[in-house]
Nanobody, 128 residues
Framework: QVQPVESGGGLVQAGGSLTLSCAAS????????MGWFRQAPGKEREFVAT????????YYADSVKGRFTISTDNAKKMVFLQMNRLKSEDTADYYC?????????????????????WGQGTQVTVSS
């Protein structure tokens, strides 16, 4: 089983905060990058944030910049997404994505096809 597992989703009021966690399985090779994507009902999946193994650089979607923070714990093969000042438009299923290929892609990591493993998602609902 190499599928990463997300947790931390739930229902929160607008303006509130949530922290999502994602754990890669022990069998997963060391990630070179980890990211978060989301898919709202009736919409396509979109990029949220990504971080390289070294912790730098990080990239964020414009819609979450300044409100969300991505971080990692490489020893535990985990990635986190701290979400502050949540808005109703942040409501979506959030997916963790892991890249193990060694090539550095920089901002191309905003595109989902560069990731090797995907979690099943965790639901975030923001009530207005």
């Amino acid at each position: 089983q190499v599928q990463p597992v997300e947790s931390g989703g739930g229902l929160v009021q607008a303006g509130g905060s949530l922290t999502l966690s994602c754990a890669a399985s022990a069998d997963t090779p060391n990630p070179t990058a980890m990211g978060w994507f989301r898919q709202a009902p009736g919409k396509e999946r979109e990029f949220v944030a990504t971080i390289s193994r070294s912790g730098d650089p990080t990239y964020y979607a414009d819609s979450v910049k300044g409100r969300f923070t991505i971080s990692t714990d490489n020893a535990k093969k985990m990635v986190f997404l701290q979400m502050n000042r949540l808005k109703s438009e942040d409501t979506a299923d959030y997916y963790c994505a892991i890249r193990i290929a060694p090539v550095t892609l920089g901002s191309l990591l905003k595109y989902d096809h560069y990731y090797n493993y995907w979690g099943q998602g965790t639901q975030v609902t923001v009530s207005s």
